[in-house]
C-alpha cells in the first residue's frame, strides 16, 4: 500500500515538473530579449548603437560607424568628431593631422509596429486587444485571443475561461496573459491638402497640385516642386544642388505624403475616426464608440459590438450566453468648416477660392492664394502671375504655376417654412417662438412641448420625458437652433441672384447674376467685370490698366417667389397663412392652410380646431400648443401710372401705342418715340438705329412690359372707397367707414362689423354665430372721393385725361393730362407737340410720336333720371333699390318694392314672398317671378 502510494506520488511530482516545464517553454516562446536602444534616424531608420545618422544619396539615411560623426557632403562618407571633411583629397582633416574618409554602411529600414483601430501602435509579433477603458491595449503574442473582460489574453487556438483565470486547448490549460499598454499615435505633420507627413519632416507642394514629403525638418522647398534642401540652405535646382556660403549640398528628393484617411462623419457633420460608429448623445448630438457597425444604447452613453445587445441596467452586452461590459463612448470631432465660396462651394481648409471659366469657383491648394487672370492657375501670397510664362514670379523667384481642383458644390439643407434651415439629415420642428429648430434626426416627430422631438416611428411621451416604441423607450432628444436665411441680392425686378454676386440687366429686359461682387455690367447686357475694370466687348476682355481678363458670362438670376398675398395687401412668407388681426389688419400664422382662431392671436394646424380658452389645437385625442402669429410685411408701393396702371418699384411708366401705358424696366428712364422701347436715364433714343446712345456709347433699346392694370376699390354711397374685399358700413358722422371684411355685417353703432353670417351683439362687443364667437370688427376710414374731369357736355373722363371735341359734337378722352386735341377731332398729342394729322405724327422739333386716338367719355346724366340717395342714378322709369355690399342697383321698373334679399325687386303692389313676388287680388292670389336688381351703367 505504501509502494502504491509512494509510486502515485512520485507520478504526481514528474506531471508537475512536466507542465511546469511546458509552461516555462511556451512563456519562453513569447519572451522578448532585453531592448537595446539603436540610434533612430529622421527617417526612422536605425543606427547600431555607437554610430551616427548621416543622409545619404537617396534621400534616406546611412550609418557612419563612428560616435556623434561629421557627415561629408557627398553623403556617401564621414568623419570623426572634430574633423573636417576633405571629400576632393579623399580625406578627415584636423589640423596637420588626416585620416581616409569612413564610408558609411545601410541603416536598418523601420520596422512597422501593428497598428490598433485606435491608431495606438503594439510591437511586431503582438496584438491588439480592446481595454476597458474603450482603448486597445498590447497582448505579447501573435495573432493572439482577445478574452471578455478587456484584461487578458490567450495564444491563438487556446479560448479564455476567464473565471478559473485560465487559457484552454483541450485538456491543456495556461495561465492567463496580461496585456501591456498600446503605445499612443505619434502626430504626424498635416499637409494643407490633409495628407501627412511623418514628424520631423515637411510638406513641399508638387507638380501635380498636393503634396510631398521632404525628409528634413523646417526644409525650403525647391521652385522645381521635386526637391527640397536643408533649413538654411538655398535651392540651386539648375545645379541640382543646396547652397549654404561655399558649402554646397545634392538636392533632396521629396517622398510622397500619406492622403488623408476620411474619418466617419455623424448625422450632425462632427467626426468619429475610421472603424468607430456615431452614437447620438444625450445633449442631441454624437459621440463615438470605438467598435465598428456598433449598436448604440438606448441610455445614449453605451455601445455594444455588433450582433450584440444592450441591457443598460446590467451594464451589459449580451449575446447568447456570453456577455461583455458595456463600451463607453468618447467625444466626436467637431466639424471643421470647409472655405466658403462666393458661389456656396467649399474648398478645404488652408485653400482659396478661385473663379473658373464657367464662372463658377475651383480651389487653389494655397492659402490666400493670388488667381491668376485665365482662371486655370493660382500662385502663393506675395507671388504675381505670369501667365504667359507659365510661371509665379516674386522678384527673381519663380515658381510653376499652380493648377487649380474643382470646388465641393454645396450641399443642400433642408429648408424650414420660414425658410431657416437645418443641416441635411434632421427635421424642422416648429419651436416656442413660432419659428423652427432642428431635430437632430431624419423623418423625426416633433413633439407637442415644441422643446423636443423623437425618432420616426416613435410618439413623444413629453410628461414622462421619453420618446415610446412598444415596451420600448428614449431620452426625448433636444432640438438645436436652425441656420437663420441669408438674404440672396434681390435685383429690380424682384428675381434673387446669390450672395456675393451683381444684377446686371439682360437682352429680354430683366436681369441676370454676374458671378461677381459690385461688378460692372458691360453694354452688350450678356457679360460683366470685376469691379475697377471696364469692359472692351469687341474685344471681349475686361481692361484694367495693361492688365486684362476674358469677360465673364452672367447666368440667370432666380426668378422671384411670390409671397401670399393678404386681404389687405400685406404679405407672408410662402407656405404660411394669413389670419385676421386684433387691429383688422393681418398678421402670418407659420403653418401652410392654417386654421385661423377667434382670438385674433392665435393659429392652429390644418384639421385641427382651436380651443382658445385651454390654450390648445385639438384634433382627437391628440392636442398642440396654440402657435403665435407673427406681424406681415407691409405692401410695397408700386408705381401708379397716368391710367391708374402700375409698375413695379424701380420702373418707369411709358405710354404705348394702344394710348395706354407699359413698364421700362429702368428707373427715371426715357421712353422713345416709337411707344415700344426705353432708354436708360441720361441716354437718348435711336428709334431706327434700335440703340440707345449716350457720347460714343451705346446699348441696345430696352423692351417695355405690360402695366399690371388698376384694381377697382369699393365704392361707398358717398362715393368715398374701400380697398376691395372690404364691405362700406356707414360710420356715425354720417359718411362711411371700411370693414376688412368681405361682404359684412355692419352693426348698429356704427363703429364695427362683423363676418357675414354673424350677427352683432354689440353690448358684449361679439360677433355670435350659434354657440361660437368673434370679437367685434373695428371699421377703418374710407378713402375720399376722386373727382374725374367734367367736360362741357357734362359727360366725364377719368382723372389725368384731357377732353377733347369728337366728330359727334360731344366729347371724347384723350389719355393724357393737358393734352392737344387735333383738328380731326379723332386724335390728340401730349402737352408741348403739334399735330400733323396728314403725317399722323405729333411733332416736337425733331422728336416724333405717333398720335394718339381718344376714348369715348361717359355720358352726362339725363335730366329725368332718378338719383339714388349714394348720388348715383337710374333711368327714368325705374327704381333705386339697396343691393349687396352697399350702394344702390336700379329695378326696371317704376315706383317698385325693394325685396330683402337686396338682389330682387317686385311690382308696386306686391309683396316679397319666399320664391316670388305676391299679390292678394280678389282672395285670388296671383304670383309673379321675382325681377333683377340691374348695377348701374354709368
Not at 229 to 238: F, I, K, L, M, S
Not at 321 to 330: I, R, S, V, W, Y
Not at 389 to 417: H, I, M, W, Y
Request: glycine content about 8%.
Amino acid at each position: 500500500m505504501k509502494v502504491s502510494i509512494g509510486l502515485a506520488f512520485l507520478a504526481l511530482v514528474a506531471i508537475s515538473q512536466a507542465m511546469t516545464v511546458m509552461r516555462m517553454n511556451v512563456h519562453e516562446d513569447f519572451k522578448q530579449a532585453p531592448e537595446v536602444n539603436d540610434v533612430t534616424c529622421p527617417d526612422k531608420s536605425t543606427c547600431p548603437t555607437g554610430q551616427t545618422c548621416c543622409q545619404n544619396q537617396e534621400g534616406g539615411y546611412s550609418c557612419c560607424p563612428l560616435p556623434s560623426a561629421v557627415c561629408c557632403s557627398d553623403k556617401l562618407h564621414c568623419c570623426p568628431n572634430g574633423y573636417t571633411c576633405d571629400v576632393a583629397a579623399g580625406r578627415c582633416l584636423k589640423g596637420d593631422e588626416f585620416l581616409a574618409l569612413f564610408t558609411k554602411q545601410p541603416s536598418k529600414p523601420q520596422v512597422n509596429d501593428v497598428t490598433c483601430p485606435d491608431e495606438s501602435t503594439c510591437p511586431t509579433g503582438q496584438t491588439c486587444c480592446q481595454n476597458q477603458q474603450g482603448g486597445y491595449s498590447c497582448c505579447p503574442l501573435p495573432s493572439a485571443v482577445c478574452c471578455s473582460d478587456k484584461l487578458h489574453c490567450c495564444p491563438n487556438g487556446y479560448t479564455c475561461d476567464v473565471a478559473a483565470g485560465r487559457c484552454l486547448k483541450g485538456d491543456e490549460f495556461l495561465a492567463l496573459f496580461t496585456k501591456q499598454p498600446s503605445k499612443p499615435q505619434v502626430n504626424v505633420v498635416t499637409c494643407p491638402d490633409q495628407s501627412t507627413c511623418p514628424t520631423g519632416q515637411t510638406c513641399c507642394q508638387n507638380q501635380q497640385g498636393g503634396y510631398s514629403c521632404c525628409p528634413l525638418p523646417s526644409a525650403v522647398c525647391c521652385s522645381d516642386k521635386l526637391h527640397c534642401c536643408p533649413n538654411g540652405y538655398t535651392c540651386d535646382v539648375a545645379a541640382g544642388r543646396c547652397l549654404k556660403g561655399d558649402e554646397f549640398l545634392a538636392l533632396f528628393t521629396k517622398q510622397p505624403s500619406k492622403p488623408q484617411v476620411n474619418d466617419v462623419t455623424c448625422p450632425d457633420e462632427s467626426t468619429c475616426p475610421t472603424g468607430q460608429t456615431c452614437c447620438q448623445n444625450q445633449q442631441g448630438g454624437y459621440s463615438c464608440c470605438p467598435l465598428p457597425s456598433a449598436v448604440c444604447c438606448s441610455d445614449k452613453l453605451h455601445c455594444c459590438p455588433n450582433g450584440y445587445t444592450c441591457d443598460v441596467a446590467a451594464g451589459r452586452c449580451l449575446k447568447g450566453d456570453e456577455f461583455l461590459a458595456l463600451f463607453t463612448k468618447q467625444p466626436s470631432k467637431p466639424q471643421v468648416n470647409d472655405v466658403t465660396c462666393p458661389d456656396q462651394s467649399t474648398c478645404p481648409t488652408g485653400q482659396t477660392c478661385c473663379q473658373n471659366q464657367q464662372g463658377g469657383y475651383s480651389c487653389c491648394p494655397l492659402p490666400s492664394a493670388v488667381c491668376c487672370s485665365d482662371k486655370l492657375h493660382c500662385c502663393p501670397n506675395g507671388y504675381t502671375c505670369d501667365v504667359a510664362a507659365g510661371r509665379c514670379l516674386k522678384g527673381d523667384e519663380f515658381l510653376a504655376l499652380f493648377t487649380k481642383q474643382p470646388s465641393k458644390p454645396q450641399v443642400n439643407v433642408v429648408t424650414c417654412p420660414d425658410q431657416s434651415t437645418c443641416p441635411t439629415g434632421q427635421t424642422c420642428c416648429q419651436n416656442q417662438q413660432g419659428g423652427y429648430s432642428c431635430c437632430p434626426l431624419p423623418s423625426a416627430v416633433c413633439c407637442s412641448d415644441k422643446l423636443h422631438c423623437c425618432p420616426n416611428g416613435y410618439t413623444c411621451d413629453v410628461a414622462a420625458g421619453r420618446c415610446l416604441k412598444g415596451d420600448e423607450f428614449l431620452a426625448l432628444f433636444t432640438k438645436q437652433p436652425s441656420k437663420p436665411q441669408v438674404n440672396d441680392v434681390t435685383c429690380p425686378d424682384e428675381s434673387t441672384c446669390p450672395t456675393g454676386q451683381t444684377c446686371c440687366q439682360n437682352q429680354q429686359g430683366g436681369y441676370s447674376c454676374c458671378p461677381l461682387p459690385s461688378a460692372v455690367c458691360c453694354s452688350d447686357k450678356l457679360h460683366c467685370c470685376p469691379n475697377g475694370y471696364t469692359c472692351d466687348v469687341a474685344a471681349g476682355r475686361c481692361l484694367k490698366g495693361d492688365e486684362f481678363l476674358a469677360l465673364f458670362t452672367k447666368q440667370p438670376s432666380k426668378p422671384q417667389v411670390n409671397d401670399v398675398t393678404c386681404p389687405d395687401e400685406s404679405t407672408c412668407p410662402t407656405g404660411q397663412t394669413c389670419c385676421q388681426n386684433q387691429q383688422g389688419g393681418y398678421s402670418c400664422c407659420p403653418l401652410p392652410s392654417a386654421v385661423c382662431c377667434s382670438d385674433k392671436l392665435h393659429c392652429c394646424p390644418n384639421g385641427y380646431t382651436c380651443d382658445v380658452a385651454a390654450g390648445r389645437c385639438l384634433k382627437g385625442d391628440e392636442f398642440l400648443a396654440l402657435f403665435t402669429k407673427q406681424p406681415s410685411k407691409p405692401q410695397v408701393n408700386v408705381v401708379t401710372c397716368p391710367d391708374q396702371s402700375t409698375c413695379p418699384t424701380g420702373q418707369t411708366c411709358c405710354q404705348n401705342q394702344q394710348g395706354g401705358y407699359s413698364c421700362c424696366p429702368l428707373p427715371s428712364a426715357v421712353c422713345c418715340s416709337d411707344k415700344l422701347h426705353c432708354c436708360p436715364n441720361g441716354y437718348t433714343c435711336d428709334v431706327a438705329a434700335g440703340r440707345c446712345l449716350k457720347g460714343d456709347e451705346f446699348l441696345a433699346l430696352f423692351t417695355k412690359q405690360p402695366s399690371k392694370p388698376q384694381v377697382n376699390d369699393v365704392t361707398c354711397p358717398d362715393e368715398s372707397t374701400c380697398p376691395t374685399g372690404q364691405t362700406c358700413c356707414q360710420n356715425q358722422e354720417g359718411g362711411y367707414s371700411c370693414c376688412p371684411l368681405p361682404s359684412a355685417v355692419c352693426c348698429s353703432d356704427k363703429l364695427h362689423c362683423c363676418p357675414n353670417g354673424y350677427t352683432c351683439d354689440v353690448a358684449a362687443g361679439r360677433c355670435l354665430k350659434g354657440d361660437e364667437f368673434l370679437a367685434l370688427f373695428t371699421k377703418q376710414p374710407s378713402k375720399p372721393q376722386v373727382n374725374d374731369v367734367t367736360c362741357p357736355d357734362e359727360s366725364t373722363c377719368p382723372t389725368g385725361q384731357t377732353c377733347c371735341q369728337n366728330q359727334e359734337g360731344g366729347y371724347s378722352c384723350c389719355p393724357l393730362p393737358s393734352a392737344v386735341c387735333c383738328s380731326d377731332k379723332l386724335h390728340c398729342c401730349p402737352n408741348g407737340y403739334t399735330c400733323d394729322v396728314a403725317a399722323g405724327l405729333c411733332q416736337k422739333g425733331d422728336d416724333f410720336t405717333a398720335l394718339f386716338t381718344k376714348n369715348p367719355a361717359k355720358p352726362a346724366p339725363a335730366e329725368n333720371d332718378v338719383i339714388c340717395p349714394d348720388q348715383t342714378r337710374c333711368q327714368d322709369g325705374q327704381t333705386c333699390c339697396e343691393i349687396l355690399g352697399g350702394g344702390y342697383g336700379c329695378c326696371p321698373l317704376p315706383n317698385a318694392v325693394c325685396c330683402a334679399d337686396k338682389t330682387h325687386c317686385c311690382p308696386n303692389g306686391y309683396t316679397s314672398g319666399s320664391q316670388n313676388c305676391q299679390r292678394n287680388l280678389l282672395q285670388k292670389c296671383r304670383a309673379l317671378s321675382f325681377f333683377l336688381i340691374l348695377w348701374h351703367t354709368f
